[in-house]
């Protein structure tokens, strides 16, 4: 299985290419087939020169200026376009996303499940230094956010996740253009059916550059989101799930993937089919 890794960035000349080089790094000693597409949101400092030689350097690095206008969601979707794998992965270019933990995804993508949701608030899980009050508000959204869906996630608004491709192409159209992207992908692949593991993650506040999520996009946008997902579960009848999708499958727990020591490390994720 090819996994594509879709870095957006927007004035991350800082950190863009270490990010990069984890990446490729981790995945190529694991033997992981991938590909690093880096989505430029119209930087204005270094980000496209450094990404152009890293390209240079690495065969499995390629660079794409958005053809969209500036916005997170939009850049994303400018790569969900346009990547190569049979999965592909969205991982932050600040590095607070742990390469080793795309490791994990992969293993998961190959046993079958559609999607895998990393949680940084769960058992096994190590977050460093994340801004107080960003964190407050996180938990509040988020708890209301599984309260409404049920669906047993805890961080719904992360977007370091993995899919495979079918469900990118089942969750299409995506309308968001902002950071309220996190929160359309994982509750349409959930609403329309797809299987999914609930695994810890590490994270690490970035620490150069700024970040680009403002409080605001807490706000409206995320409402919209959130709207637009629950109106598609409660009034649509199932016309948008995945074909073959069995009601009666029900949900159980992801299964126990093998540590670096060789020891089973339960995920403690739910899983839905």
Request: charged share 25%; hydrophobic share 40%.
């Amino acid at each position: 299985m090819r996994l594509s890794v879709v870095i957006p960035a927007r004035d991350e000349a800082g950190t863009i290419g270490a990010t990069v080089r984890g990446v490729v790094a981790t995945l190529e000693s694991a033997g992981i087939d991938n590909e690093v597409l880096v989505v430029d949101d119209h930087s204005r400092d270094g980000t496209a020169e450094i990404v152009a030689t890293l390209g240079a350097e690495l065969h499995n690095v390629r660079y794409l200026l958005s053809p969209y206008s500036a916005g997170f969601g939009l850049t994303v979707r400018a790569g969900l376009e346009r990547f190569d794998g049979d999965a592909v992965a969205i991982l932050m270019a600040d590095g607070s996303d742990d390469p080793n933990d795309l490791v994990r995804y992969h293993r998961i993508l190959l046993q079958g499940y559609d999607c895998v949701f990393g949680s940084r608030f769960m058992t096994g899980s190590a977050v460093h230094d994340y801004p107080k009050v960003k964190l407050v508000i996180n938990r509040v959204v988020n708890l209301g956010i599984r309260m409404l869906f049920r669906h047993g996630y805890n961080d719904t608004t992360n977007a370091f996740k993995a899919y495979r491709r079918d469900v990118i192409e089942n969750i299409k159209p995506l309308v968001s253009n902002h950071f309220n992207l996190t929160v359309e992908m994982p509750l349409k692949a959930v609403i329309r059916g797809h299987s999914y593991a609930i695994v810890p993650i590490s994270w690490t506040n970035r620490t150069l550059g700024e970040s680009k999520l403002g409080l605001k996009e807490m706000g409206s946008r995320y409402l919209f989101s959130l709207l637009y997902a629950f109106l598609e579960a409660h009034l649509t009848r199932g016309d948008y799930r995945r074909p073959g999708f069995d009601p009666a499958a029900g949900r159980g727990r992801a299964p126990a993937l093998p540590t670096e020591d060789g020891d089973d490390h339960h995920s403690s994720g739910l899983v839905s089919r």
